[in-house]
């Protein structure tokens, strides 16, 4: 900070700086590692690593699940680094960059498959042979001039701009990802063998095996899941190459989806827990005890993103209780923290030793009780108070119970066995309810 500052403003600008560093989840960049990673999920990357690196066929498909927020994306980003590392040629996407979320289905994403392999092999300067980089570039041309029914210039007919292009009109236009749906809904063998083209083409240049990261396919609502991974999975495993697909948890509770996605993948399926801060049970005690290491990890993650004058370890110790393990809803209570206090600040600017107190968080935790308040009914209490009282639902297979898991309104934890827990703000809403 600038010694130029007022205390006020100097409060003001590490509230901005900390409020920041708390929207940095995923991490994905290098950059953003290097300042805010912590050890985390070191046996999933050596299952992941274990997968890949073991699979003689060179084409397998992993899915790789858990929570939404449990920091799925930033373990993935982190692997896809250590692969490249040791010399796999590595494309990693995220679907939300890529598609409309409320419009992705199998054919899009095989197509966003195609799509960033050249993207990738651009940005890397891959030398594909003339006739063939050719060959592709008219493909994906052709099919631009189809879907998007406009002859293309010059300029934008080959190499980056072509694939920028159509990359920016799948993301932003509807209509143009109908048109794909049309083109390759009844030509799925069209769309994989270029696929295969491409990364054929890719590894024969410069002798690396192709490893493809699909992030955020855990993001796409229980509905849209079921549909692509129960009725279309074949084609979407269709391509010759390894592929990591990621899947929200509450999909694998449901019993035959799963026996899909276990026979097609050959049960390559990696399952990411939420972090345990209580062991079963613990958390109802009046003095309950704190798993160490899983409170000292999420306490650093925090202390990495925000200066420790503002935010004292009991109540950092205090958002990871009422995080209940999920270091999305880690960051999510502490920026709500942050936001709060820069609004006093901007009330009372003379407040130059403002920081994260008891009253500051019980406003944050207010805040996050209400939203999950909001999308709960009557059956959905029925659920959250006998999955309280019994670490487990009268039925765990019920769509109602999936849509809470998938909501963060319940939470699954292991030892020995899964079990699962309300949501820590949620085991307040039912107190405050009368209901435990």
Known sequence: MSGSLTPAADRLAR???????????????????????????????????????????????????????????????????????????????????????????????????????????????VSIPKSAKTAIDNWFAKKARIITETPLSAEVSVGFELFKLISGKLKSEASVRDEIRKEFEKKISELVAQINIIAAQIQAATQQDVLVIIDDLDKLDLAVVEEIYKKHIKALFLPGIRIIFTIPISALRETSLRSYITTESDNQIVEMPVTKTFVKGERRKDDPVPVAEAMQTLCEVLHRRIDPELLDPEIAAQIVFYSGGVLRELIRLTNVCCRICLRSLRRNPDQSALAIDPIVLAEAVKELRLDFEMQLGKVDYEILQTTYEKFLPDDPKDQKFLDLLHGLHVLEYRNDEIWYDAHPIVIDLLKRKGLI
């Open 15 to 125: 509230f901005q700086e900390a409020y920041r560093n708390l929207d940095l989840l995923p991490l994905i960049e290098k950059r953003e590692l290097e300042k805010f990673q912590v050890a985390y999920g070191l046996d999933l990357l050596a299952e992941l690593q274990q997968l890949v690196e073991d699979d003689d066929s060179k084409d397998g498909k992993i899915i790789f699940s858990g929570h939404r927020g449990c920091g799925k994306s930033t373990l993935l980003a982190e692997f896809g680094r250590q692969c490249r590392d040791r010399g796999y040629f590595v494309v990693f996407f995220s679907i939300a960059d890529s598609i409309e979320m409320s419009d992705v289905d199998h054919v899009s994403i095989l197509f966003a498959i195609a799509l960033n392999l050249m993207l990738e092999a651009e940005k890397a300067s």
